[in-house]
């Protein structure tokens, strides 16, 4: 470790310091979420198909994708302050690009680069699990991981709100503004951390990589996170078309107070983890992929524009959310109990895969809305789903190995804290 040049000592992480990592973490993560409730007045002001504005959370998605793939290991050979702090700076910058963007090509690679930076989050949460003692370990990560979930389950709200004040713009000048803010506070506050896994980058990334291949358990539960969170991303990038159309008329403040029902999801994480720590993570993936599908007929639902068509729709999107949160939370309890050590690598690889899935279906979204409107968005999602609970069956159907093989039923290794 290097010597400690900032206000808080590794081991005595100050609650002012904690505070400011959680905010730094929903900051950082809400810049990929801004888009999905404006993209219809993005693409009118822009004059973007409905096709193309949706490809925005595509590339957002496919950068932070990308960044956790590349940038989120390099937490285990550099100093972690910098890197947090450059990764938030980049994201400052490259939100301006999006704020200022005349076409479509400079939206998406602002967009697209914002995401890739925006992994900030997930150099800061371990960064904050390791700085804290380790009786408070627990108490440490669910606070700075509260912050990560409001910053994605807010952003759709404040989205709505600025552009509603200011235009889709300002939402972006605002964010860049505030990730600037985080640099300079994270500098000033946060003490030098180095950790070193022996290796140099190309063997760092190898190694990350090279998981996949040694351990069934993230093999599984990676193809699974990544086809819950697609339909996840079907949701969402839908929502915002169908709430602004013929059907309910909303204007952009109330699409972004969509992201408000959501919150329920932060409960479910919760009570997912517990449950996990009693050895319940397979039944807890089971039950949230059923409810995931059964979801999708509720949504079917909301179709329609009327009174009951919007109860029909919200109560969907309590019921993916918290079904959605569950199973990504109960994945990350078994995945990180194959390797402790390797716990930023296993993050990387799960997290990479999980958020390719939510590309692909933002990706598949584009084509369905155009051809099949919400009705063929919710077959869409029904299908993920199906294929989700279809995946948890053949998990639990697979040969049991000899004595002593281990499987994704083995986590006797401590449990460890869920991260988005």
Same mark, same amino acid.
């Given at each position: ?26 900051? =950082? ?15 009118? %002001? +822009? ?28 937490? %285990? ?17 490259? +939100? ?11 939206? +998406? ?182 409810? +995931? ?77 155009? =051809? ?49």
């Amino acid at each position: 470790m290097e010597p400690d040049h900032g206000p808080e000592q590794p081991g005595r992480l100050g609650p002012g310091t904690l505070l400011l990592m959680s905010a730094a973490t929903g900051l =950082a993560v809400a810049g990929n979420y801004f888009a999905q409730p404006l993209l219809d007045v993005i693409g009118h %002001d +822009l004059r973007l198909s409905a096709a193309t504005a949706a490809l925005v959370v595509t590339v957002a998605q496919t950068g932070y994708g990308l960044g956790l793939l590349l940038l989120v290991p390099l937490g %285990d050979m550099l100093e972690r302050r910098r890197l947090a702090v450059v990764l938030c700076a980049a994201t400052a910058v490259f +939100l301006t690009v999006t704020a200022s963007a005349p076409n479509a090509a400079l939206l +998406l690679t602002g967009t697209a680069l914002t995401g890739l930076t925006s992994v900030a989050a997930q150099v800061v949460m371990p960064y904050a699990a390791t700085l804290a003692a380790p009786a408070e370990r627990g108490r440490t990560v669910g606070t700075v991981m509260t912050g990560l979930l409001l910053g994605i389950l807010l952003a759709r709200t404040a989205a709505g709100l600025l552009a509603e004040l200011g235009g889709w713009r300002t939402v972006y000048w605002v964010n860049a503004a505030l990730m600037l803010l985080m640099a300079v506070l994270l500098r000033l506050r946060l003490p030098a951390l180095r950790t070193s896994a022996g290796l140099r980058y190309p063997a760092l990334l190898r190694s990350t990589l090279a998981l996949f291949g040694q351990e069934p358990v993230l093999r599984r539960r990676a193809v699974l996170g990544a086809v819950c969170f697609a339909g996840f991303s079907v949701l969402w990038t839908a929502v915002a078309f169908l709430m602004s159309g013929p059907a309910y008329g909303w204007q952009e403040s109330a699409i972004g107070l969509l992201g408000l029902v959501g919150a329920a999801g932060s409960l479910s994480a919760s009570a997912a983890g517990r449950l996990a720590d009693r050895g319940l993570a397979h039944r807890v993936t089971g039950v949230a992929a059923v409810l +995931l599908l059964g979801s999708w007929g509720l949504l079917a639902l909301g179709g329609g524009g009327g009174a009951w068509s919007l109860a029909a729709l919200l109560a969907g999107v309590v019921v993916l959310d918290l079904a959605a949160q569950a199973v990504h939370v109960s994945n990350q309890n078994l995945v990180y109990g194959v390797r402790p050590e390797a716990r930023n690598r296993l993050n990387s690889a799960y997290m990479t895969s999980y958020f390719a899935g939510g590309a692909v279906g933002s990706a598949l979204t584009s084509a369905v809305w155009g =051809a099949g409107g919400w009705a063929g968005v919710c077959a869409l999602g029904a299908a993920l789903a199906a294929a989700g609970v279809a995946l948890w069956v053949l998990d639990r159907l697979r040969p049991v190995p000899p004595a002593g093989g281990r499987t994704a039923h083995d986590h006797r290794s401590e449990p460890a804290p869920a991260t988005l």
